[in-house]
């Protein structure tokens, strides 16, 4: 598969910056008061970008730091999250990645995350890749979402973004909610990351609002091949255009949309209009 061995060496690219950085000083500046970006952010995606351009040309490129550029009339729309879970890099703390996923006509194709795991002094890397129908896999490995269909018995992890607005209120009403209810909520910090862990069975589910196609193109394609499903946080189906997301392992979707309930659904419709970039079969 020519288009997922390029994601993984473009993954790559960026993972080696990230390695060649992780243990020396950080560059910081601010798009935000807690919104940080490093240099590293910066070099990952140029690395990225030059084996994207050298092998496609042609393909349409939406990056995080770098927006959107080459040809609007491309089927394929890459997504790129050069250092996902920054706020962690710029302190050692570990859950970060490189993310990339790779749409067709508005659908995930490919995808690749490199994690970076460990922490100071023994920083290592594991790399989930995943293709439209070939399963999904971790260091090569096929790997599956987990079996367990209690709340009861899960561990969940979510997230909160630089926007504190009426989702982010919401969310924390969920985070009580569901910690009462299941072994656990973990949030740590990188999107890409939390939803490989539901792909790789470590966690049963995952949630999220005010998501970029960024931060969600490679791990719902991921754990969607790893047995897992997607969906909006009201349960309708999910595109990366979209602005929530809940990934489980399938089993437990509909009794988690239930809790998550009629509450959160006002919260919709503020997906961003990526109509442009968009192509419907
Ligand atoms: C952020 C991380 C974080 C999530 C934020 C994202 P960044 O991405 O994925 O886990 O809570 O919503 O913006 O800025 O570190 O690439
Ligand atoms: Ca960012
Ligand atoms: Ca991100
Ligand atoms: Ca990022």
Redesign the pocket.
Known sequence: HHLLHVVQIAANAGAQVIMDAVNKPRNITYKGLT?LVTDT?KMSEAAILDVVRKSFPDHLILG?EGGIIGDSSSDYLWCI?P??????FAHGYPS?AVSIGVLFKGKPAAATVVEFVGGPKCWNTRTFTAAAGKGAFCNGDKIHASQTDKVEQSLLVT????EHDDAWATNIELFKEFTDISRGVRR?????V?MCHVALGIVEAYW?Y???P??MAAGVLIVEEAGGTVSCMDGGKFSVFDRSVLVSNGVLHSKLLERIGPATQKLQGKGIDFSLWYKPE
Not at 83 to 88: E, F, I, Q
Not at 188 to 192: C, I
């Open positions: 919104d952010d995080e999250d250092l996902d879970g920054t706020t962690n970060f997230g909160f973004g630089y740590l910090g990188a999107a890409a939390d999220e005010r998501l970029k960024w931060d």
